[in-house]
């Protein structure tokens, strides 16, 4: 849920402007924090540390019985492909029992499965599949609040025994000039208008921080706590490797002062628009210490777990688009172990925001990477989140000429990749017309303005073959539209092509098996406007190299060995159709010429 991320993009944006236009032309600021990552040949990683994660939108990804709408039978026909491409592990956006308000994130049942995703069995099926093919599953896991059509919630409504104060409830007050009831604050949803709801059987409003049927759930209650400890393990019994834990900053506000009455937001200065959750600094209703505790509190129940049933590392996944010095302390501290993985979303968030990024130049590269390897506490792994269900597509928002740039850089980068469906074929954003539309946030605003919200462009069903309704679906009519470049932009197209994204994509997961880059130091630097050049190296491994033109311009005579602090002779190993460069040629790190776009992995030799 990303919605709510406008404001603090802004603010981060900011910041970072204003250093680009002192970027140097080569960027050496971070020699020592980037060498102490080396490593030796002999050093163990974790299972997730090297891992390739690939994000699933299950109601997009694969219909298998002809109701336009993916499934989890969808999911296992196509776990081969997973294998093929080196996914290790996948997450699938929800699929637990739901109204479908928001496409699963409104949660009416938290311990069964959504009948047009399948069955409890069906999913079974697909853990012990995956299994079989080494692949992990990971959940998404929502904390923060439920459906209003869930029986706690109903339970609450009644105030029955154990469920008075399962949300957060308040009588508000009544105006003493107009004499009409207010809520208790100010504050405003993410899809638009007050975050509070009057409930009149109840006859008091409850908090929703999401849409009007999302209440949210009340953390300070103890019950609430151990209720969704419950839900995490018993998906645990089931065999998930892990959750990936969604909106997670907005699960705790503060306290109510003496008299009850909850403390109001500062207007933000970036909008006039009072509906629009970007109106206020929301310094009340997220980024809460106790919600960092509270992901400590998984972490340990993930960790008593595994000493009782054995097996590989179950891992946490945090979603924040909060500012890095709070993103940071979800890693844990010296006395409490956090999260094996707080999303990294600098490349969504940094540059120009989510929206386009296609001519941020080489310097905007290096300082988005920066700004995580910079504040990473030492000895935590990095993780890199291109996109997702909730942003345009890559393809989209960084050029389609840079896709492929994209991919190769995500995966030469030191750590975690996460990838989204669709990215490794280079699908791009279908924009939605207004009465095509099904994302609430858009659906809450109107025509006028409905595509500043909307999430629907990069939902859209996911290309498998030219063939009708792009082999996702035998019903025409699907859930969106389908994009009609499905007929170039396809798996079996790009599986029967080597020069295709797809293609690319396979040989850089295998690349990533190399030690030198689950292992390596990392070093990074800008050359002008144009290149971005990284180094892996790890004693005794052949050292890679990684050059990029991020630019639509040819640039000759370009030296990154002194930058890299690199020398001896390269050869190419891995290139982009761009680069109009043939695997094998020796280049000279001192003097490199780049086509526009080209991006070349090079190998020691």
Known sequence: ?????????????????????????????????????????????????VAQFYQIYPRSFKDSDGDGVGDIQGIISKLDYLKEIGVTATWLSPIFTSPMVDFGYDISDFFDIQPEYGTLDDFDQLVAEAKKRNIKIILDFVPNHSSDENEWFKKSVKREKGYEDYYMWHDGYVNSITGKREPPSNWIQAFRGSAWEWNEDRQQYYLHQFAVQQPDLNYRNPQVVAQMKRVLTYWLDRGVAGFRMDAVPWCFE????ENGRYPDEPLSGYTDDPDNSAYLKHIHTQDLRETVEMVFQWRTLFDDYQ???????????VETYSGLDYVMQFYGNRTAKGAEIPFNFQFITGGNGDKNNTQLTAGGFVKIINSW????PAGKTANWVMGNHDQRRVGSRYGEDRIDLMNMLQMFLPGVSVTYQGEELGMTDLDISWEDTRDPSACNSNADIYEEFTRDPGRTPFQWSDEANAGFSTNS?????????????????????TTSHLSLYKQLTQLRQLKTLQLGATRY???????????????????LVLVANVLETKV??????????ASGNYKIKVSNPQAKASVGDSVTLSNLSLEPYAALILESV
């Open 477 to 497: 009519n699907t859930w969106l539209p389908i994009n009609p470049n499905y007929q170039t932009v396809n798996a079996k197209t790009e599986s029967a092509s």
């Open 307 to 317: 000493r009782v049933h054995g097996g590989d590392t179950r891992i946490i996944m």
């Open 254 to 257: 503060s306290l109510p002062d």
């Open 1 to 49: 849920m990303t919605f709510l991320h406008n404001l603090l993009v802004t603010i981060l944006l900011l910041g970072l402007l204003c250093t680009l236009g002192r970027a140097a032309a080569v960027d050496l600021s971070l020699e020592q924090h980037q060498d102490r990552a080396a490593a030796s040949k002999e050093e163990k990683r974790d299972w997730w540390q």
């Open 525 to 543: 630097a800008n050359v002008g406007d144009n290149v971005l050049a990284i180094k892996r190296s790890l004693s005794g491994e052949a050292t």
């Open 373 to 376: 390897m910079v504040q990473m």
């Open 556 to 565: 000759t005579g370009v030296d990154v060995a002194g930058p890299l602090y």
